[in-house]
């Protein structure tokens, strides 16, 4: 199967959330979904938080990569931070996730970046699997924390 790669455009922004809410149904994760294409026009394409990169199988939305800069203290110099990578499930085992990931290595290595750092949901033995096989490390010594909602505003109220 042959797939074809490229930066997402504002016209394909519906794409972009359908892709995202596939992506949170198969996480289990449906409700915490608020995004509209109008926060994601404004996030992706006005204040440019993050880019896309949208694969397609001919015609047909077949994955997604969502991505932005971090930065290592560390290191010294910025990295990628790989907020979402999602193949369709009917594409999946053809190699539209390593071919992203790829895509995503040139960028970072392009530009110069010192790592590429993600997620994943410790369920998700498949996926788990695959980015093992690519040489990633998992960081088990870490454990992500979390500030949303109510707590953000809370704590950001405080003087």
């Known amino acids: 199967m042959e797939f074809r790669l490229h930066h ?3 016209n394909e922004l519906p794409i972009i959330l359908a892709l995202i809410k596939e992506l949170a149904e198969y996480e289990k994760l449906s409700h915490a979904v608020v995004a509209t294409e109008k ?3 404004e996030s992706l394409f006005e204040r440019r938080a993050a880019e896309v990169v949208i694969g397609y199988a001919g015609e047909e939305p077949a994955g997604f990569a969502v991505y932005y800069r971090t930065f290592s203290t560390f290191l010294g110099v910025p ?4 907020e979402d990578l999602f193949v369709v499930p009917r594409f ?3 190699g539209l ?3 992203l990931l790829v895509h995503l290595a040139r960028i970072a290595d392009e ?3 010192g790592r590429i750092e993600w997620s994943v949901l410790d369920w998700n ?4 699997g695959f980015y093992t096989s690519l040489r990633a490390v998992p960081m088990d010594e870490w454990t992500v924390f979390r500030l949303t909602g109510d707590a953000l505003r809370q704590l950001a109220d405080r003087r």
């Open 8 to 10: 997402a455009t504002e």
């Open 39 to 41: 926060i994601l026009r």
């Open 79 to 82: 990295g990628m931070y790989l």
């Open 92 to 94: 999946r085992r053809h």
């Open 97 to 99: 996730g390593r071919q």
């Open 111 to 113: 530009r110069g970046y």
């Open 125 to 128: 033995e498949l996926a788990i």
